[in-house]
């Protein structure tokens, strides 16, 4: 069987703040639109997820970031997601947050979000 393309839906690159404003091991809300991404930077990485919490709508980037298992876990009851993929690692949490591309370059980060219309 052939691999379909995922790609065939067009993508927007919208900066989000500044390289320097991402912590080293701790999330940063940032707003694009109606969405509220949680940001960190563990290393060289940058990794970006939905900043509610699946269980209980609480900001993820209020919470611990895990520079070892690369997690975020929220503050409220303790459910810890992956920066990676979004899956939840510990209960109560039982769905995924999103993920989202992102790039930087020496000055910005930027997301990649579908084209309106598209999200």
Same mark, same amino acid.
């Given at each position: #069987?052939?691999?379909?393309?995922? /790609?065939? =839906? +067009? #993508? !927007?690159? %919208?900066?989000?703040?500044? @390289?320097?404003?991402?912590?080293?091991?701790?999330?940063?809300?940032v707003e694009v639109g109606n969405?509220?991404?949680?940001?960190?930077?563990?290393?060289?990485?940058?990794?970006?997820?939905?900043? #509610?919490?699946?269980?209980? =709508?609480?900001? @993820?980037?209020?919470?611990?970031? /895990?520079?070892?298992?690369?997690? %975020? *876990?929220?503050?409220?009851?303790?459910?810890?997601?992956?920066?990676?993929?979004? *899956?939840? %690692?510990?209960?109560?949490?039982?769905?995924?947050? +999103?993920?989202?591309?992102?790039?930087?370059?020496?000055? !910005?980060?930027?997301?990649l979000l579908p084209d309106k219309?598209? %999200?």
């Amino acid at each position: #069987m052939g691999e379909q393309r995922q /790609d065939k =839906n +067009p #993508m !927007s690159k %919208i900066r989000i703040l500044d @390289l320097k404003e991402v912590p080293e091991g701790k999330a940063k809300r940032v707003e694009v639109g109606n969405l509220r991404i949680a940001v960190t930077r563990i290393g060289d990485e940058l990794y970006a997820v939905g900043d #509610m919490c699946t269980h209980a =709508n609480y900001a @993820l980037s209020e919470g611990p970031v /895990d520079t070892d298992d690369i997690t %975020i *876990e929220c503050w409220k009851h303790g459910a810890q997601f992956c920066l990676e993929t979004g *899956e939840p %690692i510990s209960l109560p949490a039982t769905r995924a947050v +999103p993920t989202y591309q992102i790039e930087s370059d020496d000055q !910005s980060v930027y997301v990649l979000l579908p084209d309106k219309g598209q %999200i």
